[in-house]
């Protein structure tokens, strides 16, 4: 369904900068840290060939702006605005003059250059750290015009890493649920776009229910529940060839699927007779276990990052409560305990966090405790919010938010949200249509 | 003077006394509303619909719960009368559960609803051949409300025709 999109990378100059500029990310980040993205450079020559293949006029301004997008809504940085820049790009790309950017108070500096060379598209960036009067990093890129959105994600990744010393997340894309119809009657697909909200696709055609789509964290199959037939049953869905198939052979219901961590197994939740107990089953053998058996309900299952442990919801207190036990369902522990119902927990991709939805006095919240439960932090609170899901390097949660209808029942919405670990930055992820349950895949070039 | 300030004190005992019943008559309202609920389980008949005469297709629960009331059973038992006389009539028990909950929690606690209505019908001879379990969590409301009737008509179980 979608292309196996390649992309090839090599580095051209690794340099060795002392850099002065550092991003802080841990801490809440009301003062970003001014940048100039300079429009990538183009010759009229190169500027042609794409503007034929690819109907943008200018690709390298283009490109830079997917650059400057990226960087704003990370809330790490504040991207100035182009109009005070005073060098030309194909100019400030060669040897840009440190005194014009820092009189507009850029502390960081990112140029490049477009190539049209043999059908391909050429891109070459610097980073340059604008008070030390250095280059940071330089770094080009070859790949099929089509990548071009690619491209710009990639170097936003690497300016990330570069300045925060964390991976970034902006080459990933997300999988929902678009939800379309009277909130009685819900219509729901799933659908793919990039992180950023550009390629949005449909992935099925909503003649049946599905819900709670995730990524494989280490391949682009995804696992979600439909309830084809009527049937509720867990699904996985190669989106590269639209190939589904059922998972198991379970007499009911299956749901609340999620890959452990090497993408080996499906850990999910299986009811019958008004119980749900936590099942794995091996893709390559099989084999299905039962990983936990008690009376209650136990479902939410998400492995640790090292896949040793997993934390899961059950009411087995009387309430919704997050637990941890280990990943053959023994040593079972309660983590929650504070006021009200928690629920959705999920394990950071580094390992040092849960995040969970919390329902307390009418209100909902998406919070993130410790492993151990303490230092538990409330970062949204809403009417009607949950389903947290981790950007691959932990730092930024993903989940999708309900509206309060009126006395006539109208009004009703559902859209994505994110929010980084600081509580700060929050935002709303445009879709063309409603969406829940949002997945964050995992960096897609590494 | 005094008479003044008697005459002030009745008037404020008069003002309070009309506070009250301002109050009274709000509260009487609210138990209009309430007058469909019982606790928080719905006992009003707006979205119940009929398998046959005297025959209500619904349980309803209260919140985060799946313990059929003395109403339910009494309809629970009025249905396994109604399939006990109708043997080549299959159901479907679907459960489910009000907007106020995480998705895959509800997915779980609609199909413990189902159950407990299927348990029932299951003590008043019917097979269990007869009976499909199916949890709609909270993905079918019948009430696109946000406010507590609402979501205490939309926790539900409901027994469908199968065939």
Known sequence: MIKKILILLFIIIPINANALIEVDITRGNLNPLPLAVSPLSIDEKSRKGFEKILKKENIGSEISNIVENNLRISGLFNPLDKKAFLQAPDIANLKPRFEDWNLIKAQALITGKVNYVDDKLRVEFRLWDVLAAKEMMALAFTTVPNNWRRVGHIISDKVYERLTGEKGYFDTRIIYVSEEGPKTQRIKKLAIMDQDGANNKFLTLGNELVLTPRFNPASQMVTYLSYFKNMPRVYLLDIETGTQEVVGDFPGMTFAPRFSPDGKKIIMSFAKDGKSDIYTMDLENRIVEKITNHPSIDTSPSYSPDGKYITFNSDRSGYQQIYVMKNDGSDVKRISFGNGLYGTPVWSPRGDLIAFTKLHKGKFYIGVMRTDGSGERLLTENYYQEAPSWSPNGRVLIFYRETKTNSKGEGFSAKLWSIDLTGYNERQIKTPTDASDPSWSSLLSN | ?163
């Not at chain 2, 606790?39 to 719960?65: H, S």
């Not at chain 2, 079918?140 to 179980?157: C, E, I, M, T």
């Open chain 2, 1 to 163: 003077m005094r008479l003044n300030k008697i005459f002030k004190n009745t008037l404020l005992v008069l003002a309070a006394c009309l506070v009250l019943s301002a109050c009274a008559t709000k509260k009487e309202v609210a138990t209009d509303i309430q007058g469909q609920m019982q606790g928080d389980v719905y006992t009003g008949t707006d979205t119940v619909e009929y398998l046959a005469d005297g025959v209500p297709d619904r349980v309803f629960f209260a919140t985060n719960e799946s313990i059929l009331t003395t109403a339910s059973r009494e309809t629970l038992r009025a249905q396994a009368a109604w399939l006990r006389k109708n043997p080549n009539i299959n159901v479907v028990l679907e459960g489910h559960a009000d907007e106020r909950g995480t998705r895959e929690y509800n997915l779980a606690l609609g199909e413990r609803r189902a159950n407990a209505a299927k348990d029932y019908l299951m003590t008043y001879g019917i097979s269990s051949d007869r009976i499909t379990v199916l949890s709609y969590g909270k993905e079918r409301p019948v009430d696109s409300g946000s406010n507590p009737l609402a979501w205490s008509k939309n926790r539900r179980s409901v027994t469908v025709k199968a065939n």
